[in-house]
Nanobody, 121 residues
Framework: QVQLVESGGGLVQPGGSLRLSCAAS????????MGWYRQAPGKQRELVAS???????TYADSVKGRFTISGDNAKNTVYVQMNSLKPEDTAVYYC???????????????WGQGTQVTVSS
């Protein structure tokens, strides 16, 4: 199995910044991509940002120019730097890893427990 441990959530004022971290551990053969999703009350979970093992990144339109995702392949860790935070960024943020446990198993999605980000004055 793959365990994802998130950190860095909290309460921040509008315009402030937070950095989320997520470390993957376990019997991992390969990680194809890692990323962050979020879910606000009453809304569906949505992609925030993702980074592939080769370094290509994807961002939701709502966070482009404000959030930056980065990764450390050697540490199986992904980060997202969130700047210029808005109240609408308030949500539970979930770490995701698309990983394979062995060479002959297809990769699948793994999820962290989630960390709360609240943007409020």
């Amino acid at each position: 199995q793959v365990q994802l441990v998130e950190s860095g959530g909290g309460l921040v004022q509008p315009g402030g910044s937070l950095r989320l971290s997520c470390a993957a551990s376990g019997s991992i053969f390969s990680i194809n991509a890692m990323g962050w999703y979020r879910q606000a009350p009453g809304k569906q979970r949505e992609l925030v940002a993702s980074i592939a093992s080769g370094g290509s990144t994807t961002y939701a339109d709502s966070v482009k120019g404000r959030f930056t995702i980065s990764g450390d392949n050697a540490k199986n860790t992904v980060y997202v730097q969130m700047n210029s935070l808005k109240p609408e960024d308030t949500a539970v943020y979930y770490c995701n890893a698309y990983a394979a446990l062995t060479a002959w198993r297809r990769p699948r999605n793994y999820w962290g427990q989630g960390t709360q980000v609240t943007v409020s004055s």
